[in-house]
């Protein structure tokens, strides 16, 4: 028997293999890149991925784990000749328990029904991603997805108390525990964030945090983007430390007031600081930061006065990234980290580097982390653009490095970014990662061809 | 016999030259650093300094041997702290042995633990290549994390050489409450009720058998009223409270695990508060449970590690017996890192 009858024969009724219905896996959010994988296998149960990786290791066929495919950087895209294990059936909350602070779920759960579930015992699950309403928790793992507030609470990896793991040649291994506190390396805080390329996370157990008690939101505007950027550092040299801190340029509020209609005042730059806690403790700080904004010469401030306002400014920075697709048929979401200090610069030169391409860059970013956001405006239908694009945007990633920063902060590197190691790693470091996966994968079939170079010199 | 390395040429160098090293910052946690037979000590106390440090972004960098305490001086100076808040600071603990032993101290409750502030270091592996993992941004997700791979790895995959911290500033004000409770029982259930508030305490511990121990931080006026509301609903749950004048001094104390000393065997053990019941039925000496029952610190002599042995209960011993780490990490994925980064089996573990 052949590789897919013998899957077909192990998971009956969940192996698609016609060309129709293959097609929808044939990419993740990074369209750029396209490929067509040899089936689809919808496992319902950990057994079931279990049973799959091991036949693959057998018969040395290559797989990708995907759940709802939101990668922006071609994280979940198939391998030519390998199946792809689509998650997304595999949904369940397993436990939730709130006298322990913690949730146990499957890897297709989404980001945002954990919160859910969790709300009516007063806890939530702190990583929000832009895409938590349809990202699912085995990618937001593999990636070390971020969001708006990892300033103040960390990103996925330190969320994750536990994982189950089936590694690349199918042996089932339980990585961390329960508590916040484990003894031992952290096995479980290495594997978040290897994008798939050790093992298939099956199991996953997240930390639950009490939900704040009160938010301040403010929201104000600015003649240029470099006076929004000094006030984040401004309100960092006072001491407070906000929930979130994001900022989003002219093109981008144009993007988003056209979109959803948020209200958004016409400006060069806008600021949206958070801040969160305990009541007593967010209306004092919350009399600083008001003299830090007038201080940082905003010309207007709004301050949310009720829940419903609060949603209203975050849903045009939610929508900004859609949006801006109705500015452009097509644009590529980079994802770069400078020092907070020296977001002015990054975004000065990429303002330049525009220029000199001739592509429009709008910019979203979470200011408070210096995780930049620009998205680099292009037509497909007109030849050479998408190249033009993504070499401008080698460009601002080459730049993230040389500020001290780093190529991603969220999205991964996926395939989109692997070129782009070899600046913000040496030979030895990347030869190390390259260990570890022959280690790990001696054939090397969990998520091929992902995060690592082809060629790394020297050594 | 033991070697001394205060540069990353050196470290390289005693890694190429002996077969079998075994790292030592300030010797604080000897069961992790006292060498066995055949092992060569590899002190790193002289690897000491701070490289970077930059107040604006909350992020510094230093070598592996500086000890806590001129971290936290230098941290001082601009109202920024470690907020894991190592343990055996005064006792002289450095940055290096902390991360490798993956220890955090009581207001590890308010932000989280080591594992949530370390963003990236650099190491020297079991062949002697230098390697890199993280870096020093606070956000960062590229390429394989190996700076979290170390946090606890008690020097199995390499020795430390330079590591970059997240940092944030210290609450202006602190003050702490001391509540006792009539039996165990209800402090426990006060302990689970209080976690689920959104009190974001400082720090929130249990001491056995029945008092729970608050710290709360913030701007002067807050912390005052806040104060006030926790003292009553304390006192609506049938606890006795008083409010403890040397609040600073008195958590210096924890963190350097005072309530330990005299107790021949020290322990680290991951609990929760489900699990203080059958950890409080275990012949153990003076102990104290940490963030909110997330973590157990405590003494006790070869009897009750016995017992915790049996009881199949996980720990990390820090003082006063040979085997220090219970269980073994999972042989399915550890040994294959343990291969990939230190093939000869030059480090401890494994």
């Not at chain 1, 949006?323 to 590529?332: I, K, N, Q, T």
């Not at chain 2, 009190?199 to 807050?222: C, K, W, Y």
Request: neutral net charge.
């Amino acid at each position: 028997m052949g590789f897919l009858e013998e899957l077909k024969a192990l998971l009956p009724g969940k192996v698609l293999t016609q060309e129709a219905a293959l097609a929808p896996y044939e990419s993740d959010a990074l369209t750029a890149y396209r490929k067509r994988p040899l089936a689809v296998v919808l496992p319902e149960g950990k057994e079931e991925v279990v049973a799959v990786v091991r036949l693959c290791h057998r018969h040395g066929v290559p797989f990708v784990a995907r759940g709802s495919g939101t990668s922006l950087s071609g994280g979940s895209l198939p391998v030519e000749g390998g199946i792809v294990l689509a998650l997304n059936r595999m949904n369940r909350i397993l436990r939730l328990d709130p006298k322990a602070r913690i949730a146990v779920v499957e890897p297709g759960v989404v980001n945002l029904e954990v919160s859910r579930q969790a709300a009516p015992f007063g806890l939530y699950y702190a990583p929000d991603p832009s895409s938590q309403p349809v990202s699912t928790l085995g990618g937001n793992v593999a990636f070390n997805s971020g969001g708006a507030h990892c300033l103040k609470y960390g990103m996925t990896a330190n969320h994750v108390l536990g994982l189950e793991v089936v590694t690349p040649e199918g042996e089932v291994v339980r990585l961390g525990g329960e508590s916040l506190e484990g003894v031992g390396p952290d096995l479980h805080g290495f594997f978040v964030g290897t994008e798939g390329l050790l093992g298939v996370a099956v199991e996953i157990t997240l930390r639950l945090l009490p939900k704040p008690e009160a938010y301040h939101t403010l929201l104000a505007a600015y003649e240029s983007l470099e006076q929004a950027g000094n006030a984040v550092s401004l309100v960092i040299r006072r001491g407070l430390l906000p929930g979130a801190m994001e900022i989003m340029d002219r093109l981008a509020i144009e993007a988003a007031e056209k979109a959803v209609q948020a209200g958004y005042p016409q400006a060069e730059a806008l600021l949206i600081v958070e801040l969160e806690g305990p009541k007593e403790e967010v209306a004092e700080e919350a009399l600083v930061l008001g003299e830090v904004i007038r201080e940082s010469g905003a010309y207007a401030v709004r301050v949310a006065q009720s829940e419903a306002e609060r949603q209203a400014i975050w849903k045009g920075r939610k929508a900004a990234f859609s949006a801006v697709g109705r500015l452009s048929p097509d644009y590529l979401v980079q994802d770069g980290v400078v020092p907070r200090s020296r977001l002015g610069e990054a975004l000065k030169e990429i303002q330049r580097l525009s220029q000199a391409f001739g592509l429009r860059v709008a910019n979203v970013f979470h200011a408070g982390d210096g995780n930049l956001h620009p998205l680099v405006l292009y037509d497909g239908k007109k030849p050479g653009e998408l190249e033009r694009a993504e070499a401008l945007a080698g460009e601002i990633l080459r730049l993230c490095v040389r500020l001290g920063g780093s190529l991603t902060g969220e999205h991964g590197i996926g395939v989109e970014k692997k070129a782009y190691m070899p600046e913000m790693f040496a030979p030895e470091d990347l030869l190390t990662m390259e260990r570890v996966k022959r280690a790990l994968d001696p054939k090397g079939l969990a998520n091929r061809g992902k995060v690592l170079p082809e060629v790394v010199h020297g050594g | 016999m033991e070697v001394r390395a205060s540069t990353l040429r050196e470290v390289v160098e005693a890694v190429r030259t002996y077969p079998r090293l075994r790292p030592k910052g300030g010797g604080t946690k000897p069961a992790l650093s006292a060498p066995r037979a055949g092992e060569v000590s590899l002190s790193l106390g002289g690897l000491s300094g701070i490289l970077e440090y930059a107040p604006e972004e909350f992020v510094f960098t230093a070598w592996a041997g500086t000890p806590i305490a001129e971290v936290e001086e230098a941290l001082k100076a601009h109202g920024q702290y470690l907020p894991f808040h190592p343990p055996l600071r005064a006792q002289g603990a450095t940055l290096g042995g902390t991360v490798a032993a993956g220890l955090s101290g009581p207001l590890r409750h308010r932000y989280g633990g080591l594992r949530d502030f370390l963003l990236g270091v650099r190491f020297v592996d079991g062949e002697g290549r230098v390697v890199r993992g993280g870096g020093k941004v606070v956000k960062n997700a590229a390429g394989f994390p190996f700076h979290r791979l170390l946090v606890g790895s008690l020097g199995a995959f390499g020795i430390l050489v330079e590591l970059s911290f997240k940092v944030f500033p210290f609450p202006r004000a602190t003050r702490t409450l001391r509540a006792t409770l009539p039996s165990r029982e209800s402090a426990l259930a006060l302990l689970e009720r209080l976690r689920l508030l959104p009190l974001e305490l400082l720090a929130l511990d249990l001491v056995p058998p029945a008092t729970l121990e608050a710290r709360l931080g913030g701007f002067p006026q807050s912390v005052a009223a806040r104060l006030e509301g926790l003292k009553a609903l304390l006192a609506q749950e049938g606890a006795q409270t008083e409010v403890l004048e040397e609040d600073e001094a008195y958590w210096e104390g924890v963190r350097d695990l005072r309530f330990l000393e005299g107790s021949p065997i020290w322990v680290k053990v991951p609990a929760k508060p489900q699990k203080v019941a059958q950890l409080e039925a275990l012949p153990l000496g003076p102990r104290r449970y940490l963030d909110g029952g997330e973590v157990l610190y405590a003494g006790l002599d070869g009897e009750g590690l016995e017992a915790l042995r049996r009881a199949g209960l996980p720990h990390l011993v820090l003082k006063g017996a040979e085997d220090p780490l219970y269980p073994p990490p999972p042989e399915a994925f550890f040994a294959k890192l343990k291969e990939a980064l230190d093939p000869k089996g030059r480090f401890p573990l494994g």
